[in-house]
């Protein structure tokens, strides 16, 4: 079983910088591919960053190009996302996710096993 816990998440104003974690359980989390996504009111959730153990990044370029950037500390099995320029469109209950199965980082959310509970950002113009 994985636990995964987000954190930092808040209210921001536009062009402000967050940066989010989440710690994972699990004596295997550097072979997890990592990933966050996102979930704004009414729209479904979207695919923002993912990282896999070899360091293998992609990322939605049209929703976060150049300003979002994803990372893994393996020893504190810790994965990150850092939020610059932030914008009202970003916001949303973020989510990170684990995917045990593959070495590949995936965009789908039927791909990952394993959920967060959420952190709130909110970004005010």
């Known amino acids: 079983q994985v636990q995964l816990v987000e954190s930092g998440g808040g209210l921001v104003q536009a062009g402000d910088s967050l940066r989010l974690s989440c710690a994972a359980s699990?004596?295997?989390?550097?072979?997890?591919?990592m990933a966050w996504f996102r979930q704004a009111p009414g729209k479904e959730r979207e695919f923002v960053a993912a990282i896999s153990w070899t360091g293998h990044i992609i990322y939605n370029v049209d929703s976060v190009k150049g300003r979002f950037t994803i990372s893994r500390d393996n020893a504190k099995n810790t994965v990150y996302l850092q939020m610059n320029s932030l914008k009202p469109e970003d916001t949303a209950v973020y989510y990170c996710?684990?995917?045990?199965?593959?070495?590949?980082?995936?965009?789908?959310?039927?791909?990952?096993?394993?959920w967060g509970q959420g952190t709130q950002v909110i970004v005010s113009s």
């Open positions: 996710a684990a995917d045990l199965t593959t070495v590949v980082p995936g965009t789908r959310v039927n791909e990952y096993d394993y």
């Open positions: 699990g004596r295997t989390f550097s072979s997890y591919v």
